[in-house]
């Protein structure tokens, strides 16, 4: 990972992954893109370290995949959100919203 | 996604491995190629834009295999890899395997038979219904320490009829019958009864119905119940059977049930009859029943016995002459029937698990070893990207699968050791029929794997796991600490095995110690060629002067075989199965009203008897011709009844009765004693015991004892021959040599000594391989280094003593910690040893002595190897 660019926090990739998804169904390729957009390329996803996470969300039953055809008319794997998946990053923005407050203030005070 | 259906994706996953395995490539390349365009799109050339997507992308294999890991069901996948890997690796070294798999197999087997027949015998509950109800009743000697008597009639049926805490309270005693009509005539073992056996356990009649207690009295009828295997044998299973009768000893019994498959109590019996006891013939100080009831629902057994014992006071105030000093005590028939036997078979499984946890001790070291010379693949495999997790996986699935194999050999040697057990197994181990290699023992089995597997496979495979990658890399360096580190493990599971064959060899030698004790025994006759067998007239058709004069024919006309030195006929023979105590009265003599019990051992000679037994006269005369029926009624007694009755005084001349109210009893005069011998078994310290002429008080079952002179061989067909030819419809029993009854009664001993013994041979060889195969592979590591000695002028006592040195410490630590755990566990086999103590120094230092030699060489083998090696081949070692 280049130097100067934050390390994602562990679980965080996750968390990224489902609010990308939330917005629209997406392969993995136009994730990462839109992460590192949205991001305004601070945030770099290790790419390889993108379908590990990928799978594991699958796997878990918050995202799911389905065969597709891309924009550019190649076929791709376009991953979407489940219903439990929505719960989870509902949960996860919580969960995000608290931490960093939290850290905030900490650094705030300091 | 549910549970179910992540398991089932884990199963299914290696079928739809190819397929998943295609998606992975095809996504990553789709990744990869919109990275290219982008590129592209940026304006860089076609082969920059590529390479820039890789570089971008990462480590491409090692993501691919992340991303396996992710997509989840790579469990079942890698276990089978790891199974394939095992196998392979297995059956790469099939020497250490096949070692592994035997010690394993043996040490698994072993342990399984073992607890099968514990499981029987001990754990498993009585196989009748509501078991914990049954209790064994018998009366007590309170001034014998509380010694276990048999009940007699009239007080079996007094406190039968009083209690109201059992349901049912049977006595029961041995009746000897001759059942004929059926076949050759043969002798049966028929039980007496006082009330219905199958009603006291609870059980239904298969057919008919049971005796009843009305029907045991004197006058009642003779009826009999059939166990189902006599019902099938003798009678072929007859439906009709109900109403059928029997000759039993010359009288006619209807049959009047049948119990179902299986019940027989005492476990022996072919048949019940009711007791017809009167109180004439068997009085209230004739004690030969022994007791069973069943207790009602919901009282417990100490309510029983408080009723009881209150009963047992009350009897004692009203018959102060029978009765004094006898209680009646009640023990769970479980425990009566386990009895002993528990104690030796709970000892025989502890001594087999020693031998398991050696044998995992052993199998340890030997993974520890291999683990080290593994350490190289190890590290490879690590290097490669195999995590500490994959390397403990890998490893484990290995012991699993070694420990599996050796289960697996296990059970089959279980199913035969079992065999073995019940092939070899003396008479007096109680439920035999029960003992199998069932369900609750491979569940036994199954969890000695999965405990051994972690026993054994946890410590090298920790060990290995944890060893840095650099250290084995840079093999040399770092060595020596990695050595070193082993050693410690090494040396405490060496330790433990020393430990524990040692008390397992002090075990077994205490055991043959008291076994060479037991062999001493003064038995106080000389049983040396002395046959014996029992022979019962019908009283039906022999009255007493028949009986005498019969017997008195017998007797001369065995006399005359050749072979034969001399022949007596006794009734109630010594070490035989049934003994008659009989409570008695002095005639002109003033007793000492707290003196002990008036009670003798009854036993009927013939003239000779002494004689023939060399059991030698110490005063007074023996029995001759003149002690005819109508002579003046003589008696003989043991030096201890002299001792204990008529202390301080010569007892010849003194009188006494049975029955002194009873005109026709007779008044017996003393006029000899003989001295003590070993009655009722060889352990037990002598009774007092009383002899009397047979011909003055006839029997109709004698047993004749018969010494002949050394060599004699065919005499069996040769008695055969005479009572054949006396009365051809007479059965005979066994015809055994007074020295093989003997045996049998050490046979238990020797039987529980063997397997004492084998456990310990089999530890001891164990521990000596142990130790033989981790001084030896210390000391192939340490070639090198040897010759380095060598080469500077180390001679070859410093090299064996550096060698020996550090295998010092575990066998002697081993040995001390194995002398106090002996001596500990000395006290558990205390109760089972004759005149021999737990710290018998004899046992205590020949296994001491014994177990440091076989230390001693196996240590010393591989270190004179060490100190032989030419310096120039040790130098080039690796």
Redesign the interface.
């Known amino acids: 990972m280049p130097k100067g660019k934050p390390d994602l926090l562990h679980g965080t990739l996750e968390l990224l992954i489902l609010k990308t998804l939330a917005l629209q169904p997406l392969?993995?390729?136009g994730i990462?893109?839109h992460i590192g957009h949205l991001s305004q390329e601070v945030l770099e996803i290790?790419?390889?370290?993108l379908?590990?996470?990928?799978?594991?969300l699958?796997?878990?039953?918050w995202i799911r995949a389905e065969w597709g055809v891309?924009e550019?008319g190649?076929?791709?794997?376009v991953y979407e959100l489940t219903k439990k998946g929505a719960k989870q990053l509902a949960s996860e923005e919580a969960h995000w919203e608290a931490f960093s407050v939290a850290v905030n203030r900490v650094l705030g005070s300091a | 996604m549910t549970i179910l259906k992540r398991i089932a994706k884990r199963i299914i996953f290696p079928f739809r491995k190819g397929r998943l395995e295609q998606d992975l490539e095809e996504e990553i390349r789709f990744h990869l190629e919109m990275e290219v365009e982008a590129n592209l799109r940026a304006g860089v050339d076609p082969a920059e834009a590529r390479r820039r997507a890789l570089l971008a992308f990462g480590g491409m294999e090692r993501y691919k295999t992340q991303a396996r890991e992710a997509r989840g069901g790579l469990g079942f996948e890698k276990f089978l890899q790891d199974l394939r890997l095992s196998a392979r690796t297995l059956v790469g070294t099939p020497l250490f395997s096949g070692a592994i798999i035997l010690v394993l197999g043996l040490g698994i087997g072993a342990s399984t038979a073992i607890f099968s027949v514990v499981n029987g015998v001990v754990l498993r509950p009585l196989p009748y219904p509501d078991p914990d109800r049954l209790v064994a009743a018998h009366m007590t000697d309170e001034e014998d320490g509380d010694f276990e008597v048999p009940w007699s009639v009239p007080s079996l049926r007094d406190a039968a009829s009083e209690q109201v805490s059992l349901a049912s309270l049977t006595g029961w005693g041995w009746i000897d019958v001759t059942l004929t009509g059926i076949g050759d005539p043969a002798v049966i073992y028929a039980v007496g009864v006082s009330d219905g056996m199958l009603t006291t356990f609870g059980i239904q009649p298969f057919l008919g119905r049971d005796i009843r207690p009305e029907e045991s009295l004197s006058n009642g009828p003779r009826v009999t119940v059939l166990t189902h295997s006599f019902w099938q044998e003798q009678l072929g299973g007859d439906e009709g059977v109900l109403g059928r009768t029997l000759r039993l000893s010359n009288q006619t019994y209807e049959v009047v049930g049948v119990a179902p498959p299986g019940f027989a109590f005492p476990s022996s019996a072919a048949l019940w009859i009711p007791g017809h006891w009167s109180e004439d013939t068997h009085p209230r100080g004739r004690h030969f029943l022994r007791g069973i009831g069943r207790l009602n629902p919901g009282t417990p057994i100490e309510t029983a016995q408080a009723e009881l014992s209150s009963i047992a006071a009350r009897l004692e105030e009203e018959h102060p002459e029978t009765n004094r000093a006898r209680g009646i005590h009640l023990v769970p028939l479980k425990e009566q029937t386990v009895g002993d036997v528990r104690l030796a078979l709970l000892i025989l499984l502890g001594a087999v698990g020693m031998v398991l946890l050696i044998a995992c001790a052993n199998v340890a070291n030997l993974l520890l070893a291999r683990g080290a010379a593994r350490m190289r693949e190890v590290a490879v495999r690590a290097t490669l990207g195999a995590g500490n997790g994959d390397i403990v996986r890998l490893l484990m699935t290995e012991t699993g699968l070694l420990v599996s194999l050796g289960g697996t050999l296990g059970v089959v040697l279980a199913l035969l050791g079992v065999k073995g057990f019940l092939a070899a197994s003396p008479g007096g181990i109680p439920r035999l029929g029960e003992i199998a290699v069932d369900g609750t023992s491979l569940v036994v089995a199954l969890g000695l794997v999965v405990t051994v597997t972690v026993m054994v496979g946890f410590l090298p495979g920790y060990r290995s796991a944890n060893t840095s990658i650099a250290a084995v890399i840079r093999e040399g360096k770092d060595k020596k600490i990695q050595v070193g580190d082993r050693r410690i493990t090494q040396s405490g599971l060496l330790t433990l095995e020393v430990a524990l064959s040692l008390v397992l060899l002090l075990g077994a030698g205490l055991m043959s110690r008291s076994l060479i004790e037991l062999r001493r025994v003064d038995l106080g006759f000389d049983p040396e060629n002395i046959y014996q067998f029992t022979l019962t007239l019908p009283e039906a058709g022999y009255h007493n002067p028949e009986l005498i004069a019969f017997q008195a024919e017998f007797r001369g006309r065995l006399a005359t075989l050749p072979g034969v030195e001399s022949v007596a006929l006794i009734n109630g023979n010594p070490l035989g199965r049934s003994h008659t105590t009989m409570g008695f009265e002095f005639v002109g003599y003033e007793r000492d009203p707290e003196g002990p019990d008036p009670n003798m051992l009854i036993r009927r000679v013939s003239p000779g008897y002494f004689e023939t037994l060399s059991i030698p006269l110490l005063r007074g005369r023996s029995f001759g011709a003149r002690d005819r029926e109508d002579g003046e009624p003589v008696a003989i007694i043991s030096e201890t009844a002299a001792a204990r009755h008529w202390p301080g005084e010569d007892p010849i001349g003194h009188r006494f009765s049975f029955d002194l109210d009873d005109p026709d009893q007779p008044v017996w005069t003393i006029v000899g004693v003989v001295g003590d011998v070993r009655s009722t078994d060889i352990i037990t310290a002598t009774w007092p015991e009383a002899y009397f002429p047979m011909a003055q008080w006839p029997r109709s079952t004698v047993t004749a004892v018969v010494r002949t002179r050394p060599g004699s061989r065919a005499i069996e067909d040769a008695f055969r021959q005479v009572v054949g030819e006396m009365d051809s419809s007479l059965p005979l029993y066994h015809v055994e040599s007074l020295s093989e009854r003997i045996g049998d009664f050490m046979a238990s001993d020797r039987f529980y000594l063997g397997f004492v013994g084998i456990f310990a041979t089999l530890a001891t060889i164990l521990s000596a391989v142990g130790l033989y195969g981790v001084v030896a592979y210390l000391v192939s590591k340490r070639t090198r280094e040897i010759g380095i000695r060598i080469a500077l002028g180390a001679g070859r006592k410093e090299i064996l003593s550096l060698v020996l040195s550090e295998n010092v410490t575990p066998v002697l630590l081993g040995t001390v910690l194995g002398v106090a755990g002996a001596l500990a566990g000395g006290q558990v086999l205390g109760s089972l040893l004759y005149q021999i103590r737990p710290w018998d120094p004899v046992a205590l230092f020949g296994a001491v002595g014994l177990l440091v030699s076989v230390a001693g060489i196996a240590t010393l083998i591989p270190a004179r190897d060490a100190a032989r090696i030419p310096p120039t081949v040790a130098m080039k070692v690796e």
């Open positions: 392969h993995g390729w990462a893109k290790g790419q390889g370290s379908y590990p996470a990928l799978y594991r699958e796997d878990r039953g891309a550019t190649r076929r791709a794997k």
